[in-house]
């Protein structure tokens, strides 16, 4: 089983609205990734955790909150977002050391929309 | 830093072979990885390369070699699913241990 999933596929929000993503995994993966990706372009890297713990912030703004309550659990609370955020969110997870176990396999998004 | 370049279309016709070239300037190197993604779906893994050389997995190959920083992804017997965006990702320093994607070959098969 490879399957990462997310919630919800698609979201509608206002600029002062607060909401969360969510992503789950069940293949004993210990690092996950949430990716930012515009159309047509390739998808950038947010944040990343491993074994629970924040590892890889690129420098995101403060109204994207990541939260990694446990091994298969990624959130991405967002608050106070601009237009300029909407985007496909996509999270992905891998096992955290080299090899074909750091393949990452990608859940298949939310669609994301800011007003 | 970080640098990955792929063409950004191609064209080609159904049951024809395509190769897609990817080169690559990174600050450490712990494998390269091809992706497909179809138009606003998530991307799905297609291969993995740490050493040089060619691996095979049905009518995909992907080739490697890290002296000349280059790869390609071969596509047989091409189908009109395959009609997607194919990307180019590094796995660089071992401190990092993320993705660098290039920016995506986006692949038209016509009839």
């Known amino acids: 089983d490879t399957e990462v999933t997310q919630t919800p596929k698609h979201l509608v929000m206002g600029m002062t609205n607060k909401k969360s993503l969510k992503c789950e995994q069940h293949?004993?993966?210990?690092?996950m990734y949430w990716y930012k990706q515009k159309a047509k372009k390739p998808p950038e890297l947010m944040f990343v955790y491993s074994y629970e713990k924040l590892s890889i912030n690129e420098s995101v703004p403060s109204r994207f909150s990541p939260e990694c309550p446990n091994s298969s659990l990624l959130n991405l609370h967002l608050h106070a977002l601009q237009p300029e955020d909407s985007a496909l969110y996509l999270c992905?997870?891998?096992?955290?050391?080299?090899?074909?176990?750091?393949?990452?396999?990608f859940g298949p998004g939310t669609r994301l929309l800011v007003l | 830093g970080q640098n990955i370049d792929q063409p950004t279309e191609m064209t080609a016709t159904e049951g024809a072979i395509v190769q897609i070239n990817c080169t690559y300037q990174?600050?450490?190197?712990?494998?390269l990885f091809w992706y497909q993604q179809h138009a606003g779906e998530a991307p799905t893994f297609l291969s993995y390369n740490v050493l040089d050389g060619l691996e095979e997995k049905g009518r995909f190959s992907s080739f490697l070699s890290r002296s000349k920083g280059y790869s390609y992804l071969l596509l047989k017997e091409l189908q009109m699913k395959d009609s997607a965006s194919y990307l180019c990702a590094v796995s660089g320093d071992t401190g990092r241990r993320a993705l660098t994607f290039g920016s995506g070959t986006r692949l038209q098969v016509q009839p």
């Open positions: 990174t600050s450490g190197f712990n494998g």
């Open positions: 992905a997870s891998s096992h955290p050391r080299g090899g074909t176990q750091e393949t990452q396999y």
């Open positions: 293949m004993g993966h210990r690092a």
